[in-house]
Structures are given as structure tokens and as C-alpha cells.
């Protein structure tokens, strides 16, 4: 079964602090995607990824194709950017329709 | 704005009793979703529509219907047959890219559907 599993599920950090959250998968993906879920519900796209890094402002998102694992970072974390972060793919060979989801990872972020 | 706007935002239905989510988009995209979400879960899909006329069942599509009959518009429908319908609904859309290994996905607000 493809999965995608996130971790931490739960994240409490301080301002300022440095946040990672990972995403693995258990296939082979052509993309992998990385979202904000706030409390009212809205989901944001933050990244898309098939190889390599991307940075956009504060955050950066890396992908490591041979392990399967990508991760997130947000350096000098703020209590605005606590919010779900969920990552999804879409695996290789399937349907290019089809995004499988993680359960995401609930940060909370306090001043 | 270019975007993707749901309504309503929250809603409680009757048992026994359909009920339509409308979610429209200005993004010009082919490709449009519906995915529930549930505590706990990953976002699960319940249909999709690659163009217009068309649509396809996603992993959860018992108890719901679609259409596709403008570019801009993919209402949902939750019929009686839905066992558990209360759940946190999300309309995407994005660009058909066959070809393209992924393309970036944008998500509505979501509808909060309660069954009273």
C-alpha cells in the first residue's frame, strides 16, 4: 500500500526556534508537495518538489529521492505559522491526478 | 482574484437529506477535486474531474455525486446513501499537465458539513 507518513504528529515550539518536520514515502514519487492547513481550514500550497531544495522566505523544503523522505524547515519560527503542515505525493506510474496524503503535523508555535 | 471559492462554509443537514457543496474557480484549471477530511486522517479523495463532462471516482466516492458541466464549476453532492457525511470538505483545482511530473494544487476553504 502506498503510504506517507509524517513526523512529528504533534510539534509545540518556542519563537525563534528552528522547526523540521519530515515526510517519507514508500515509492517512487514525480512530486511531492508540501501545504498549510490553518485553524479555519484553508489549505495553502507551500512547495511543490521533484528534486533537490526550494526556500521561500523563512521556509525551505528539501526531498532526498533515494530515501524517499523530504523534509520542511521554518527557521525563526513565529507563532503565525503555527498550523497543520501536511505533506502529499503523487507516485509514479499511478494516476497524475491522484495526491495520497500524510495525517499532518499539528505545529503550535508559542510567543 | 484569481481562486477557488466553497460555500457554504458551514452547514447542517438532516438525516436523510442530499445536500450540494458548490465549489467554483476563476484559475482557468482543467482539473478539479473533492476530498474529505476527517480527525485524525489524511485527506482522502472522493472524486475528480480532469475536464469538462468528465469526471472520475477518487478512493471514496459511495454516497456522493459530481458534475462537470462548466470549467469554472464542480458541485458535489452528499445524497442520503452517505453513512457518515459529517466531515470537513475541500475543493482543489489545478492544471491538467499530463506530461508535467506534478503541478502545484490550490485548495478552496472547505465546508464544514454536519448531519444533525
Known amino acids: 500500500k502506498n503510504e506517507v507518513e509524517q513526523s512529528p504528529q504533534n510539534l509545540t515550539a518556542q519563537e525563534g526556534e528552528f522547526i523540521t518536520i519530515n515526510c517519507s514515502y514508500s515509492v517512487g514519487i514525480s512530486a511531492l508537495h508540501w501545504l498549510q492547513q490553518h485553524p479555519g481550514g484553508g489549505i495553502v500550497s507551500l512547495f511543490m518538489l521533484s528534486s533537490g531544495k526550494k526556500k521561500h522566505g523563512r521556509l525551505i523544503a528539501t526531498i532526498n529521492i533515494q530515501e524517499k523522505h523530504s523534509s520542511l524547515h521554518i527557521t525563526a519560527s513565529h507563532p503565525r505559522d503555527s498550523a497543520v503542515y501536511i505533506c502529499a505525493v503523487r507516485y509514479s506510474g499511478g494516476s497524475n491526478y491522484k495526491l495520497t496524503f500524510g495525517k499532518g503535523t499539528l505545529l503550535t508555535v508559542n510567543p | 482574484d484569481g481562486g477557488i471559492t466553497q460555500s457554504p462554509k458551514y452547514l447542517f443537514r438532516k438525516e436523510g437529506q442530499n445536500v450540494t457543496l458548490s465549489c467554483e474557480q476563476n484559475?482557468?484549471?482543467?482539473?478539479m477535486y473533492w476530498y474529505r477530511q476527517d480527525p485524525g486522517q489524511g485527506l482522502r479523495l472522493i472524486y475528480y474531474?480532469?475536464?469538462?463532462?468528465?469526471?472520475q471516482k477518487g478512493d471514496i466516492a459511495e454516497g456522493y455525486s459530481v458534475s462537470r458541466e462548466k470549467k469554472e464549476s464542480f458541485p458535489l453532492t452528499v445524497t442520503s446513501a452517505q453513512k457518515n457525511p459529517t466531515a470537513f470538505y475541500l475543493c482543489?483545482?489545478?492544471?491538467?499537465?499530463?506530461?508535467?511530473?506534478?503541478?502545484?494544487?490550490?485548495f478552496g476553504e472547505g465546508s464544514w458539513l454536519t448531519v444533525v
Open positions: 484559475l482557468n484549471h482543467d482539473a
Open positions: 474531474s480532469q475536464i469538462v463532462n468528465d469526471f
Open positions: 482543489a483545482s489545478g492544471d491538467r499537465g499530463w506530461r508535467v511530473a506534478g503541478n502545484t494544487i490550490y
